[in-house]
């Protein structure tokens, strides 16, 4: 069991049922809808969950919420779990759905008929909705309120017989109309849809709502402690009043429990908005690297351990509030650091001649591979005659405090040598075309051979060594801290045309041939980067996942 102090309220609660005997193991679930891909709010929510199931020796389930037949993908079913799995947990015995418990459902569903607690409706969605009253006002009873317990028992019998139209009719819960919980207003507990379910095919043509659904099914799994987003506070009684209804004492009776949920800024976090983004084709897929999805994430080159820490540090909290993107970066660039090999690419190439080393010849350098971790080692880095260097690491013009390379002035180039600037070649239009340059071969390894001092260190690669790559550059994918958050304005309005950048023509140094989709490195200076799944046998293509400072400016 953690340090006590360091508890938040969610553990704490957990703590005191394991102390007073109430439980003896936890059990808790993540109940994802499989209507879309799951984001960076999902993976707090599993993170917590499955938290939980660690820090107190407790079980975890997972739980496909699956009871809307219309929205709902074998797809997302799959997505989900390996994302789940991406992260690191795992799921006690097979997965669960609740459409397992249709048959419980709907005979527990004839049970509350049968009892006086539920009635077939056959007023419209409008109507229903007209005559839900308001937080100060009552609602209003529906005329078919008072039908038999028979006649609402044959009339649900007919409804799962598909004898009526979708919206025809609907089973509701006698919760009363005058609660001033709005959700405990004669709750819907089944609508009809004559539609197939991946799962069940075209069994039922009548589905449970979420609410009558989801307490009945951690019921059912012997779940201890529901935990959900605050958003669902609201629905706590009527959780309660249906377990009220069938509750049996000597079984667990399993608690909601809400927190906030995760808001991030410069990001939406809606399915069915990320949904709206692939399917409008504002990004080609679930899983473009700007997409706050976990795939996404996880093409960008963020880690299952950056991730987890990230959920950490967000803390759970009882009162919404929206998160700083930075800490997100925060949290994979301390995880690079430490893990990932440095390499040199250069994005923007500016040839380099160095006339006194000889043509033809080449030699090996030493590098080291993370000087973060000595484990790592050394590699070879070629070097020769003919050399990149990044463009911006030149100006003509370049004033005292420009410590790059400059008409005649020395920089050290990487595990290299010092070189000198003596010439400058360019175009008919006056652009930089070449630099020639001299290099002092006593400064081998970058060290000053007289104790004379170069301030600059730039990385470089040989241009006969190099290999063409591709390197995608992301910006924030929305311009507003809070694209979600104007009444006048939706959220796509936000877009940032210039999220993607793609530097075609990059060059790295020969040790990235044989890297693999999902590698990582440091490319020196320019931030941490990860091999795309786009890449060919004659193009590695990769990911910016994040540059090595937080340079955001904020407007
Ligand atoms: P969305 O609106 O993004 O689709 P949802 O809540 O409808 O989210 P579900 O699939 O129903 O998505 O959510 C599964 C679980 O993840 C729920 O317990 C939900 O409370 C939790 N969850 C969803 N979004 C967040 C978030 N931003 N932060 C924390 N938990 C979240
Ligand atoms: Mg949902």
Redo the contacts with the bound molecule.
Sequence with gaps: MPDEKKLNFIEQIISEDLKSGKHQQIYTR????PN?YL?I??A??ICLNFGLGQTFGGKVNLRF?DTNPVKEDIEYVDSIQEDIKWLGFQWENQVRYSSDYFDQLYSWAEQFIEKGLAYVDDQTAEQISATRGTPTQAGKESPYRNRTPEENLKLFREMKAGKFADGEKVLRAKTGMDSPNMHMRDAVMYRIKHADHHRTGSKWCIYPMYDYTHGQSDYLEGITHSI??LEFENHRPLYDWFLDQIYDPKKIRPRQIEFA???LNYTV????KLLQLVEEKTVSSWDVPRMPTISGLRRRGYTPLSIRNFAERVGVAKRNNIIDIALLEFSIREDLNKSAQRVMTVLDPLKITITNYPEGKSEELDAINNPEDESAGQRKVPFSRHLFIEREDFKEDGNRKYFRLKPGKEVRLRYAYFIKCEEIIKDQNGEVIELLCTYDPLSKGGKSPDGRKVKGTLHWVSAPHAIDTEVRLYDRLFTDENPDGHKDKDFKAFINPNSLQILPNCKSEPFLKTAQPEDKFQFERKGYFCVDKDSTLSKIVFNRTVSLKDNWKRK
Excluded: A, I, Q, V
């Design positions: 993540f109940p994802p809808e879309g984001h709010g999902h707090k929510s919420d959900c987003t949920r995760l808001n976090m809606s399915k069915r």
